[in-house]
Every structure is written in C-alpha cells, then in structure tokens.
C-alpha cells in the first residue's frame, strides 16, 4: 500500500507536554506528506492554543471540565471518532494512552483499527508501591494482544520492551524519538559554545513542573554544591511551581534561582547556559537531553531511563549520577562545570533524532501494519468460507 493513509492520533490536550509535541510534529509530517491525520482531543483549551499546527482536530464540544478525568473523557471520544470515521491506523503516541487504545479495542471489538504504540516512558517504575509494580507490570504483558507493533526509542528501549510486554520480536520496532526538526538541529549546531567562567556555571533545566522530574532533589543539590556566582534556570510549568518557588526561598537560594514559566522555545536558554541538567526519577528518552546534545552543551543527568548511558555516550558527552540521590546529584554538579564534552560527538548523537526521517519510518511501519491487517482479513474470511462448506446443511 504506497496511497494515502488515515491515520486518527488521540492527544488528551494541546497543553505543552513532550510526547504531544512530539505527536504534532510527527502529525504535521504526515500531513506534509499527503497522508490523512486526524488528532482526536480530549479537550483544547489552554494558553497555548495558538501555538497548535495546521491540522484537522475533531472533539466532543463540552463545557464540563474533564481535566480530572482525561483517560475516561478520552476513551468515550475516541470511541466516538472511530465510530463515526474509518480509519486505517490508530497512532498511539505515548505510554499514557495505551489504556486508552485496550479500552477501544474492547469496545470495538474486530472493528477496531490497526494500533501503534511508540512507547515514551520507562516501563521499570521502581517509583511504584509494590503491589502497584505488579499490577503495573502484568499490564504491560498484554501490550502484545492489544497493540499490532510497540515502537521503542532506541536500541536499549527495544530489549526492555521485548522483555516487559512478552510481544513477538515480529511486533517489535525501533525509530529514534522524532524530537528535532531538520532545520531546528542545523540551528542548535551552529551555536558557539564558550568556556566556562571559573568562577560562576550557568545551570539549565527544563520540563513540566510534575513530581517525575525531582525539581526538589535539584534544588536541595544545588543549594549544597552552588557557589555565589551559580545560577540555576528552570524552564517549564506545571502544578508543582509554587511549591519549588517555596522550596528555593526556603533553601535560601531564590535569588540564584530563576523560574521562566511555558516557553515556546529553549534554544536562548541552551545558547546561554554552561550545563543542562535533569534531575528526573524516570524517563522514556527524554527531548531535553537531545536538545542540549546537539547545542554542544554538557550534560548531567540522573540515570532514570535505559537510554541514557547510550544519549552520554558512557561518559563522552555528559555525567550520569544514580536517581534520587541528593548527594551524588550535588556531586554531578561540581564534576559537570569542569568536565569538558566532546561537543561534535554530542550533535552526532542528536542527528539520530531527526524528525523527518523518523516519519518516514513510521509510514513505512504503518504501511506494514495495514498489509499485514489486510492478509489476516483475508485469511479469516477464507477460513469462515470453508467452515461453512465443510459444516453446512447437506441436501437429500
């Protein structure tokens, strides 16, 4: 199959959030491309609306808030959509709505579309209670029953994934997190990186203000390993900010401290900065990290994901310190304004991470998926046609 395709993507919300603006991106691709896409909300409202691209958005209007419950609001939507619409791939683009796609393929029944899932998060959450891990991890085994191909983010990504949700090697892919546009990694790759003051390091962070990244455990770092001269930019929002304003007046480093809020870009921040830093208890592959490696920028990084000794390159481009560890976290952050990267590597690593080539592959993927759906229609049919003549009513 070589046409156009239909391809539905359900998003809870045009809030600023990595895996959504990954699926916009993505999104805007295929549509470049020729290919049909659909992005099913679950609600638009927020600040950010403007920022949203060109594409075809369809919604249940509502003026109840739905918010407190996306994942319900979201299922009934997308049930909807696919009711009303055919389609021939549903992508799903983060961990988030895999619940979401078994829910429809419950409801839908054989009349469910091809499903995706690029899997954004870590699926070891050793955040979890106990008793959750192994409700957590008994999910993620029938990954392969609901989802027609899992697509990791990177080699290291594939093996946990192959071991985790028990899915056939066949059901397997792996395409590098589609973060950077052609044109936005040529713009970082020409930033000219400056030594570092002796005397004052620049730090950048930069994420949803949510208990996944440890904003905490980064300020309690920093204010023991900071020198007068440090300063710490947090790029971002999210429901944890007055909270970490509090906590930074209370460390007394408020001052040394600046908070910038949703911004729609971080590349002068990442032109500016000395370091980047990610404090995180869990990650997928996090963008941030492959935008501050192709600004040539050293990294310091918890090691909260599989891929991030392969995004440091064990030690080339970066320091990687154990998750939530306070003190070895304040450690990183004296080794990283004397460590000196390798910044050509660091762009080398990012390159992998190119938007449009990846669109390419998923095209290719769900082209794939869609033959393949097509041979089993065929082979059931097949099937039913011969039980019938072997099982049917025989005429005197």
């Given at each position: ?141 029938l990954h392969g029953t609901v989802f027609d191909r899992l697509v990791a983010l990177s080699e290291p990504m594939h093996r946990e994934i192959r ?152 030690g080339r481009t970066g320091v990687l310190v154990p998750a939530r560890c306070e003190e070895s976290l304040a450690r990183g952050l004296v080794a ?17 991470f190119e938007l449009e080539g990846a669109a390419r592959r998923y095209i290719e993927l769900m082209n794939d998926v869609v033959r393949q759906n ?23």
């Open positions: 199959m070589h046409g156009s395709l239909r391809i539905a993507v359900p998003i809870h919300s045009l809030e600023p959030g990595g895996v959504e603006r990954v699926a916009l991106g993505l999104a805007s691709e295929w549509d470049r491309a020729g290919h049909r896409v659909t992005i099913v909300l679950g609600r638009s409202g927020c600040a950010n609306l403007c920022s949203a691209p060109a594409l075809d958005y369809w919604q249940i209007p509502t003026r109840l808030p739905t918010a407190s419950w996306e994942t319900p609001w979201m299922v009934h939507s997308l049930y909807s959509f696919l009711i009303e619409n055919r389609v021939d791939v549903l992508f799903c683009p983060g961990n988030t709505y895999a619940v979401v796609a078994a829910a429809v393929k419950l409801l839908l029944g054989d009349c469910a579309p091809p499903m995706i899932l690029k899997v954004s998060n870590a699926l070891n959450r050793p955040d979890m209670p106990p008793l959750m891990r192994r409700g957590y991890d008994s999910w993620l085994r071991e985790r949700t028990l899915a056939l090697p066949e059901q397997l892919a792996t395409i590098a997190n589609p973060l950077l546009p052609r044109k936005r990694l040529n713009l970082l790759s020409r930033i000219e990186r400056r030594h570092t003051k002796v005397w004052s390091t620049r730090y950048l962070t930069a994420g949803r203000l949510v208990p996944q990244k440890n904003f905490p455990l980064l300020l309690r770092a920093f204010a023991r390993a900071a020198r007068p001269d440090d300063t710490l930019t947090i790029a971002g929002e999210g429901p944890e900010h007055d909270a970490l304003v509090l906590l930074a007046t209370e460390l007394g480093i408020a001052g040394r401290v600046r908070f910038t809020g949703y911004l729609a870009s971080i590349d002068p921040l990442l032109a500016e900065a000395d370091a980047f830093v990610l404090s995180s208890d869990y990650e997928g592959l996090p963008g941030v990290i492959v935008e501050a490696l192709a600004a040539g920028l050293p990294v310091l990084a918890t090691d909260c994901c599989v891929s991030m000794s392969y995004l440091l390159d064990n990283i304004r004397q460590f000196r990267t390798d910044p050509a590597r660091a762009r080398q690593i990012a390159s992998g097509e041979r089993n229609r065929q082979r059931k049919l097949t099937m039913s046609c011969l039980s019938s003549q072997t099982h049917g009513p025989r005429l005197s």
